[in-house]
C-alpha cells in the first residue's frame, strides 16, 4: 500500500516526490509545503460515501470506532497494524436553531460540528492521530510541537494515553488559557514555557526538532492535515451525505481550512460527491493576515505561482510596525499561519470568502453557542460570528445550509466565560476591556444571594 501514498511539493514549479516514510515537514528540494498524495487508481475506494455506514456497527474494532480511522481508505498512507488510535473523533453535528436564529438564518440552516467533543477536548486529535501513527511509522522516539495551547494538550493526551513516545511541548508565554495548560502538565509532556508568543515557539521547535531529529507535530506535518479531513467527511456523514452550501471555520494557522478543501477536492475527484461548497475562513480581527492578503491585496493561490511580493511586503511590514497578533481567542492568534498557501488553494477549490470578526462579536457569539447548544471555547465562536456577519452581507443567502466547524471544547478557557458573565464589572473590564469588549448582551450574571431562605425565595419568584 505505501507505495500509492507519497509525499509531494505543492510548489508546482518543483513539484518533488518523496517516500512516506520519511519524515518530513517541509520540501527538501525547495523548502515549500508538502501534501500527502495517492495514487488513487491503485488503491480500493470506495464507490459510494454510505458504504462506511456499515462500520457502525463494528464498534469494538477500535480502527471502526475511530471517526478518523473509520475513513481510512480516504487516507490511506499507513498499513492497519501502524495506526495509532485513542477513539479520537466521536464529534456531533447538531441543528442549532436558537443560533441559527441569532445568525438571522431559517432554524434548520444552521448546523454546528463540535470538535471539541475529541478526547483531548479539540479537532487537533483528528490530525494528531494521523501524525502519531506516521511517528510510529518512522519509530520516532520523541515529538514536538508549538502551540497556542489544544496542539500540546493534543499532543501529550497521545503520548501519555499510548505511551509510545515522550512529547515536548513549546508554549508562548502569558496567553496559553489555564485549560490547555493543565492538560499538557497532567499528561507529563515536557512544557518549555518559551519566553516569546507562538510564532516565536513555531520558530523554534522547528529548529530544535531538525538538529535533535525529534518529530515534529506541527500543521506543517502533512499527516495532520490527513486526519483533519475526516471532520468533512462526518460533516456529510451526519447530513446523510448531502452536501451542505457553506462550510464556515475559523482560521489560525489555517490547518484546518488547507484540510478541508483537499478532502473535497478529493471526493469530487473520486466521484463521491457531486458538488463542492463553498468555504469561509474566518480570522480575529486582531489576527487577520489571511483576511488582509487574500480580501485587501487580492492574493491568490494562482496554480501555486503567488504573488511573492504582496508576501514580503506583507510580513516586512507586520515587522517594521511591530504588529503582533492580539485576541482574546487564543487559539488564533497566529502572525504567520504555517499552512497559508494551502489555505488558498483550498479558498480556490472552494470558491471560498475570508472576513475578520472582533473579539465582540466573537464573544457575544460564543454566549450564543453556549445558551443554544453544547458551548465552545472563544476562538471556535469567530465561525459562528462570521456566519452572522455574512449572513448579513447577504453572501449567504437564507435558503443556504451552513455548517460552522466548532474547534474546541467550552471548558478550555473557563477565564473568558466567566469574565462575560460577570455581574462584577471590575473583573469584566480586567479580562476583557484591552481586548475592545465593552458589552455583554448575552450575559447571564451570577446572582449573588444572601444565605437566607426568604431572600432566595425573593429571588426565584422574582424570575421569569
Ligand atoms: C488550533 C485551533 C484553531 C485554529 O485552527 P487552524 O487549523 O490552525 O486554522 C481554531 N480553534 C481552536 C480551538 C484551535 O485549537
Ligand atoms: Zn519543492
Request: charged share 20%; hydrophobic share 40%.
Amino acid at each position: 500500500m505505501s507505495e500509492s501514498a507519497f509525499l509531494r511539493c505543492i510548489n508546482p514549479d518543483c513539484d518533488a516526490t518523496f517516500a512516506v516514510n520519511q519524515a518530513l515537514t517541509g520540501c527538501p528540494t525547495c523548502g515549500d509545503l508538502l501534501d500527502v498524495d495517492y495514487d488513487w487508481d491503485r488503491l480500493p475506494v470506495p464507490k459510494n460515501l454510505r458504504e462506511f455506514e456499515s462500520r457502525w456497527s463494528l464498534r469494538n474494532e477500535p480502527l471502526e470506532f475511530s471517526g478518523v480511522w473509520r475513513f481510512r481508505q480516504l487516507l490511506p498512507f499507513a498499513q492497519e497494524n501502524q495506526i495509532v488510535t485513542i477513539g479520537e473523533g466521536q464529534t456531533i453535528l447538531q441543528q442549532a436553531s436558537a443560533v441559527a436564529r441569532f445568525c438571522e438564518l431559517p432554524e434548520d440552516r444552521l448546523h454546528l460540528q463540535y470538535e471539541g467533543l475529541n478526547p483531548s477536548g479539540s479537532f487537533k486529535d483528528n490530525g494528531m492521530t494521523a501524525a502519531c501513527t506516521h511517528a510510529h511509522m518512522v519509530g520516532a522516539k520523541h515529538a514536538a510541537c508549538a502551540s497556542t495551547g489544544n496542539t500540546s494538550a493534543s499532543l501529550a493526551i497521545f503520548a501519555s494515553a499510548t505511551q509510545m513516545f515522550r512529547a515536548i511541548v513549546f508554549v508562548g508565554s502569558g496567553k496559553i488559557s489555564y485549560g490547555k495548560l493543565s492538560q499538557a502538565l497532567d499528561y507529563g509532556s515536557k512544557t518549555l514555557q518559551l519566553l516569546g508568543d507562538f510564532d516565536d515557539a513555531m520558530r523554534q521547535v522547528q529548529d530544535v526538532c531538525r538538529e535533535e531529529k525529534i518529530y515534529l507535530c506541527n500543521s506543517l506535518n502533512p499527516f495532520r492535515l490527513e486526519g483533519q479531513k475526516t471532520i468533512i467527511y462526518r460533516v456529510l456523514e451526519s447530513l446523510r451525505w448531502q452536501v451542505p452550501d457553506w462550510i464556515v471555520v475559523p482560521g489560525g494557522n489555517l490547518g484546518n481550512s488547507s484540510a478541508f478543501g483537499k478532502a473535497l477536492h478529493e471526493l469530487k475527484h473520486l466521484g463521491l460527491i457531486d458538488r463542492i461548497p463553498r468555504l469561509a475562513v474566518i480570522n480575529a480581527r486582531g489576527a487577520n493576515t489571511l483576511y488582509r492578503l487574500y480580501e485587501q491585496q487580492g492574493l491568490r493561490w494562482n496554480g501555486g505561482r503567488l504573488d511573492r511580493q504582496i508576501l514580503d511586503a506583507f510580513y516586512a511590514e507586520m515587522d517594521k510596525s511591530g504588529r503582533r497578533a492580539a485576541t482574546l481567542a487564543t487559539a488564533i492568534q497566529i502572525n504567520r499561519p504555517v499552512n497559508l498557501k494551502k489555505a488558498l488553494r483550498s479558498l480556490e477549490v472552494c470558491d471560498g470568502v475570508v472576513r475578520e470578526v472582533s473579539d465582540q462579536e466573537i464573544l457575544d457569539a460564543k454566549a450564543q453557542v453556549g445558551a443554544g447548544g453544547f458551548g465552545c471555547e472563544p476562538a471556535s465562536a469567530a465561525s459562528v460570528a462570521g456566519a452572522k456577519l455574512l449572513r448579513a452581507e447577504g453572501v449567504i443567502a437564507p435558503s443556504e445550509t451552513v455548517v460552522c466547524i466548532l474547534t474546541g471544547h467550552q471548558l478550555k478557557d473557563p477565564t473568558a466565560t466567566v469574565a462575560y458573565h460577570a455581574a462584577d464589572e471590575e473583573q469584566f473590564d480586567r479580562e476583557l476591556g484591552s481586548h475592545g469588549v465593552h458589552a455583554a448582551p448575552f450575559a447571564n450574571n451570577p446572582i449573588v444571594v444572601e444565605n437566607e431562605l426568604h431572600r432566595i425565595m425573593e429571588v426565584i419568584h422574582g424570575l421569569n
